[in-house]
């Protein structure tokens, strides 16, 4: 079990305090988020920079608080939790650590400095026919000298074209840069010659089209069509970009595992609630034994996955150089599974005003059904954990 420091508690209790105080009411949640259509609110997400959490985990020579892991999962599942609409975070989060790892000094001032101020970012890896497969990618981006001319040589000296589509990328609409993932090599096998390239929103030859879905807008088709780049917008080593995304998988599925983590505990704080409150044979329903069972299982697997994720996210603080693959699938495999759980039961044992859009459990349900789809499907994770046993 972790123990929180004086520090981390008394974080925690500010972020409560200001989701209460912000987005407490479906009233406030509506307003912020045009009744749930769009997941990110600007003025929210700055309010939260000028308090300086959106560098939680941050390095301070970059405006951040210096945090770990620990933090950070705290962070996601607080606001999480108090159904904060700040959608672009988590995957914010996830470009600023490729970028912590590989990038240059002047990348990383950029961007990390740019998240702790309240930019977001973006990562676009899937294509139509590379999902769960993503190193099936064939989104190219052509090395250009000094000498070319014409659309490949929109600007700058050099540095690479683009093309190719990408989809069900989260937050590109927001986005001020996506990191696009691309085969600069094809010669190789599919796990060679990939690399990752940074792409300014504004950047000629970009196109986003946004996708809607039952949670609302927060994914897009990304196209891109002779797309120029300088050639300082390559993160890392070019042909390195497989090994990269995998060095990022620890951080990648604690961010996912905390930001669920939260979701179930709502979703439980509100079936518990209404349990309580609801009557009928004169008597709460929660006090029926065929629902406090189901609400007493509920609780101990949401138990269940805090002590997980936290632990792995203290693993990943004591060595932060170490893959942990089993550990953060499991994180990852365990948080979304429940989550999804808590929502569909709690949809079930609140029966018709579960289905009902006057209260949150139906919200509660779309958010968590595409949890066990988005940053590797529960299939690809059990894969992941069962190849650790050597199966």
Avoid at 281 to 293: C, E, M, T, V, Y
Avoid at 299 to 316: G, K, M, P, Q, Y
Avoid at 323 to 342: D, G, I, Y
Wanted: hydrophobic share 40%.
């Amino acid at each position: 079990m972790i123990t929180l420091t004086h520090e981390q508690q008394d974080f925690v209790a500010a972020v409560r305090d200001f989701c209460a105080r912000e987005c407490g009411t479906r009233e406030q949640r509506d307003a912020l988020t045009d009744r749930g259509r769009h997941p990110h609110n600007a003025d929210i997400y700055r309010q939260m920079a000028e308090l300086g959490w959106l560098g939680v985990a941050t390095p301070e020579r970059y405006g951040g608080a210096g945090g770990g892991l620990v933090d950070l999962c705290l962070f996601l599942r607080e606001t999480a939790r108090g159904m904060a609409p700040i959608g672009g975070f988590g995957v914010s989060e996830i470009v600023g650590g490729a970028f912590e790892r590989f990038g240059t000094e002047e990348q990383k001032q950029e961007m990390l400095g740019g998240i702790v101020a309240g930019a977001v970012e973006a990562i676009a890896m899937s294509e139509p026919e590379a999902g769960s497969d993503v190193a099936a990618l064939k989104c190219r981006a052509e090395r250009i000298g000094s000498g070319a001319t014409g659309a490949r040589r929109a600007s700058g000296e050099g540095g690479y074209v683009l093309n190719g589509q990408k989809t069900w990328i989260s937050e590109a609409h927001l986005a001020d840069h996506i990191l696009v993932v691309c085969r600069t090599d094809p010669s190789g096998s599919k796990h060679e010659g990939m690399s990752m390239i940074s792409v300014p929103a504004d950047a000629d030859g970009l196109e986003v089209r946004p996708i809607e879905t039952m949670g609302g807008q927060i994914v897009n088709d990304v196209f891109l069509t002779d797309c120029h780049v300088d050639a300082d917008r390559l993160l890392g080593a070019e042909g390195q970009g497989w090994l990269q995304l995998m060095a990022g998988l620890n951080v990648e599925r604690l961010i996912l595992a905390a930001l669920m983590l939260g979701c179930a505990e709502r979703t439980y704080d509100d079936l518990l609630a209404y349990v309580k409150e609801r009557k009928q044979f004169d008597r709460p329903i929660g006090s029926f034994q065929a629902l406090k069972h189901r609400i007493a299982d509920l609780a101990t697997e949401i138990e269940c996955s805090r002590l997980l994720t936290f632990d792995v996210a203290a693993a990943v603080d004591a060595k932060p150089e170490a893959m942990f693959p089993r550990e953060a699938s499991m994180a990852k495999l365990k948080c979304t599974e429940v989550a999804k759980k808590v929502a569909l039961e709690g949809m079930q044992m609140m029966g018709g005003y579960g289905y009902a859009s006057e209260y949150d459990m139906e919200g509660h349900v779309r958010r968590a059904l595409v949890s066990t789809i988005y940053g590797g499907t529960s299939e690809i994770q059990r894969e992941i954990i069962a190849r650790t046993y050597g199966l």
